[in-house]
């Protein structure tokens, strides 16, 4: 299967060099003739599913518990001010 390498790595938003999109683009090549052979597969009585087996969270009890001093928890911050922990800016 012929595969257009560089739109899949434009798309991808990937940074291959060159040797590497040469050696990918077989290997690819392999993978989507798998999938292509996964629609000869008769799936007309099987149920959709999101995941191969039954999942379930498993949730502990909301229960009311001592909550942390708020001087004993500044105290381990590197900064702290008016009782609130100090960051760094990450938005402009």
Excluded: W
């Excluded at 003739?33 to 000869?40: A, I, P, Q, S, T």
């Amino acid at each position: 299967m012929e595969i257009d390498i560089s739109r899949l790595v434009k798309l991808a938003r990937i940074e291959l060099k060159p040797e590497e999109e040469l050696r990918l683009a077989p290997q690819l090549g392999e993978v989507l003739g798998y999938v292509d052979k996964l629609k000869e597969l008769n799936v007309d009585d099987v149920e959709p599913t999101a995941h191969a087996s039954p999942l379930s969270n498993v949730l502990r009890k909301d229960e009311l518990a001592d909550s942390l001093c708020r001087d004993d928890v500044l105290r381990n911050a590197p900064e702290s001010s008016n009782g609130l922990f100090v960051v760094p800016k990450i938005v402009e």
